[in-house]
């Protein structure tokens, strides 16, 4: 088993930035993916971006491309997303998760381990 746990969510102005934590625990991680996803009311789970451990190479969604970037702290065990240049279309839950398996990295089904979600508003 796999906890995660986000944390860093918040409201923020347009134009602003926040920074997403995910701690894990459970489990050696080195050869899982870890993707950051996000949910606006309404809306389906997309992909925002992931982080393969194995070679740190990274993906992103276009929309976040520029803006938006992944790192890790390995020793806390711990990954990040760094948002900046908000936008109030990026408003949503940002879940973290945890592919064992990871392929290609991009699909909410690939992913075993699910944080519980923190909320992201940007607004004036």
């Known amino acids: 088993q796999v906890q995660l746990v986000e944390s860093g969510g918040g409201l923020v102005q347009p134009g602003g930035s926040l920074r997403l934590s995910c701690a894990a625990s459970g489990r050696t991680l080195s050869r899982y993916a870890m993707g950051w996803f996000r949910q606006a009311p309404g809306k389906e789970r997309e992909f925002v971006g992931a982080l393969f451990l194995s070679d740190s190479r990274t993906l992103y969604a276009d929309f976040v491309k520029g803006r938006f970037t992944i790192s890790r702290d390995s020793v806390k065990n711990t990954v990040y997303l760094q948002m900046n240049s908000l936008k109030p279309e990026d408003t949503a839950v940002y879940y973290c998760?945890?592919?064992?398996?990871?392929?290609?990295?991009?699909?909410?089904?690939?992913?075993?381990?699910w944080g519980q979600g923190t909320q992201v508003t940007v607004s004036s």
């Open positions: 998760a945890a592919d064992s398996y990871p392929m290609g990295g991009r699909r909410v089904d690939e992913y075993d381990y």
